[in-house]
């Protein structure tokens, strides 16, 4: 791991990371604006949207944290057998599960309050279990493979893996919470 704590050292090895971040984000925001219509004739998604791509952010940053204090503690080894890694890719699974189908009732539940709810409730929350158990199991993949970079890179996980996490994630809510509405919606 780089042992240069300075402000300019830490600077130096994120800035590009960073950067490249930011482009991603970019295509995240171009993607979104591609469903524009979508989400207007339907202001339940449009509700959805934050709260899938900050939920799923907030997964990864979860299993992220863990597998970076495991790392740092050397209870951690990158293997199909590790008990530790194996648990908490479940337990982020078992989390999305009863997460997101609340996250749906609720998206449906504001826009039905304030009366623009043009979708039914199993609907919204059936878009809502689909986009986040997809993007659940792709935020653990995410998570472990770029652990696993930083690791074989001797970079710090701390520094590298929740940035990556929570930004990847980003792209990919947008992606899969629309491809869940094509799916669901039609």
Known sequence: ????????????????????????????????????????????????????????????????????????????????????????????????????PLVGAGAWAITWATGTATLPARTVVAVALLSGVVLSVLAVVVTVVTAYGAYRLEADPDDVVIPVVTNVCDVLGVLVLFGAVRVVVG
């Open 1 to 100: 791991m780089a042992g240069d704590w300075s402000v300019r050292g830490i600077t130096r090895r994120l800035f590009p990371l960073l950067v490249a971040l930011t482009l991603l984000e970019l295509l995240g925001g171009l993607t979104l604006d591609g469903f524009e219509a979508t989400l207007t004739r339907y202001p339940s998604l449009l509700v959805l949207v934050p709260v899938t791509i900050g939920t799923a952010g907030n997964l990864g940053s979860v299993l992220s944290a863990r597998l970076s204090t495991a790392f740092h503690l050397g209870l951690l080894a990158f293997e199909p057998t590790d008990e530790r890694l194996g648990g908490n890719a479940i337990a982020t699974l078992l989390l999305a599960v009863t997460v997101f």
